[in-house]
């Protein structure tokens, strides 16, 4: 059976019909998710490029990489290829473990204009390049197909622009370049950040034709292969203060989509709202896949106690349960997701994920006083930072931390208890060692 892996970087979940959106034309990935897998709460636990693609590829969680070459997961004897257009992950460590490499390389110079016809734009191009290769490609193969074009230049055409737009809406923006725009001391045009939105509705629907004819070249010529469209990161279009690339941990940069089509239409339908990693992708396929191996997931040269997630997005449903149960929930469920990242702009930040709440905040540096880790008080030092009750998450208004000062508090001390005690950030939460406090599982009151 072969596998690809199609992640598309900065595309933000909350823009995708299958995640909820009745304005953006994705029928494509509607089809894809009613005919497939989908997961609701899959977060980036990295704003990070390059970690992102290394935690995919090792199983690992971000913070558990290190500066050594990863192992990668091999699911099966078959070839691993890779696909990229991002030239900092093809000439990356991660990248020499792969049997063969393809660099299928953007243009030199972003398009001045919008192309005449969505075929003819760089994830037109990609899509198609990247059905010839592994239409020729011996089977099994696994295939990352990684593509960064986003980031770099939005040729969808005016024509789909245009579609977004009412009479009394402006002009559609017919920029390439894509928006990177920060809120200083006046709050957003919103005017302006319609028409970004725009520009980007234009390619989120250019992408849904393309995987739509990927998917119907690969339907043809390699059936029996499960297909799985994710994204590295999400890209904010107004949330807090800014249009483009962000760096800081919201959920608008951290949520990303994660669809899994199998051969036949097995698991057809299926949605789990569960609270998982990107990076758990692999486990599970070793689950759903390859159940004669009973979910045991192997690696090159991987010793069994490396830190690999051992709490895959699910195990294997029962068929003929689909119509009576379709949520699916998980063998081990998460209470909570946790993300740490430096940035140049805020130090080196944390944000944590459950249910009901959205934290995030600094972690301390090395010469602020430590938590206590066996005694919780609401008025530990340094519990200060944001809080969000979800899904209210994504302005900065709905910010409660001065409401719920206790809530951000119970936060800030498990988060510092698991980063002090160097605990697993990719198991805490689901494995009792650092156990999340029950006010950040339960609603407010």
């Known amino acids: 059976m072969n596998i690809v892996i199609f992640c598309?970087?900065?595309?933000?979940?909350?823009?995708?019909?299958p995640y909820g959106n009745t304005w953006v034309d994705t029928p494509?990935?509607?089809?894809?998710?009613?005919?497939?897998?989908?997961?609701?709460?899959?977060?980036?636990?990295t704003?990070?490029?390059?970690?992102?693609?290394?935690?995919?590829?090792?199983?690992?969680?971000?913070?558990l990489l290190s500066d050594e070459a990863d192992e990668r997961i091999r699911l099966h004897d078959g070839k691993a290829i890779l696909i990229s257009d991002d030239r900092e992950i093809l000439e990356s460590q991660a990248a020499q473990g792969f049997d063969e490499a393809y660099s299928l390389a953007p243009l030199a110079l972003p398009s001045v204009a919008p192309a005449d016809d969505w075929s003819e734009t760089p994830i037109g191009r990609l899509a198609a390049e990247t059905a010839d290769i592994l239409t020729q490609s011996p089977e099994p193969f696994t295939a990352y197909c990684r593509f960064d074009y986003l980031n770099h230049t939005w040729q969808a055409p005016k024509a789909i622009r245009e579609h977004y737009l009412s009479e009394d809406d402006p002009s559609a923006d017919c920029s390439t370049?894509?928006?990177?725009?920060?809120?200083?001391?006046?709050?957003?045009?919103?005017?302006?950040?319609?028409?970004?939105?725009?520009?980007y509705a234009a390619e989120i629907t250019v992408l849904d034709r393309c995987i739509e004819g990927f998917l119907h070249v690969l339907d043809q010529a390699r059936p029996n292969t499960v297909f799985v469209f994710t994204s590295a990161r999400g890209y904010p279009l107004g949330e807090h203060g800014v249009v483009g690339p962000d760096e800081r941990?919201?959920?608008e940069t951290l949520h990303v989509p994660l669809l899994l089509r199998f051969p036949e239409k097995r698991y057809a339908g299926l949605r789990s709202p569960s609270l998982c990693y990107a990076h758990d992708l692999l486990p599970t396929l070793a689950k759903l896949v390859f159940p004669a191996s009973d979910g045991d997931v192997a690696s090159e040269t991987m010793d069994q106690d490396e830190p690999v997630s051992s709490c895959p997005l699910c195990g294997r449903p029962n068929l003929d349960d689909v119509v009576r149960r379709p949520f699916v929930e998980p063998p081990v469920r998460r209470e909570a997701l946790m993300a740490a990242e430096f940035t140049s702009e805020e130090g080196e930040t944390w944000a944590l994920r459950t249910k009901h709440w959205f934290a995030r905040g600094l972690r301390p540096s090395g010469n602020e006083e430590r938590p206590d880790f066996d005694e919780f008080s609401v008025d530990a030092p340094n519990a200060a930072g944001e809080l969000y009750f979800k899904p209210d998450d994504y302005w900065e208004v709905n910010d409660v931390a001065d409401r719920c000062d206790e809530i951000l508090a119970h936060a800030t001390h498990f988060v510092r208890s698991v980063l002090e005690r160097h605990a697993s950030p990719a198991e805490c939460g689901c494995d009792g060692s650092v156990p999340v406090p029950e006010a950040l599982t339960r609603p407010v009151d």
């Open 8 to 17: 598309i970087d900065r595309i933000q979940a909350g823009f995708l019909g």
């Open 28 to 45: 494509g990935l509607n089809r894809l998710a009613a005919e497939g897998f989908l997961f609701e709460n899959c977060l980036s636990a």
């Open 47 to 63: 704003s990070d490029s390059l970690r992102c693609f290394r935690s995919l590829v090792s199983g690992r969680h971000p913070a």
């Open 177 to 199: 370049i894509p928006p990177r725009v920060r809120a200083e001391a006046e709050p957003l045009d919103p005017d302006l950040v319609f028409l970004h939105q725009v520009s």
């Open 249 to 251: 941990l919201y959920n």
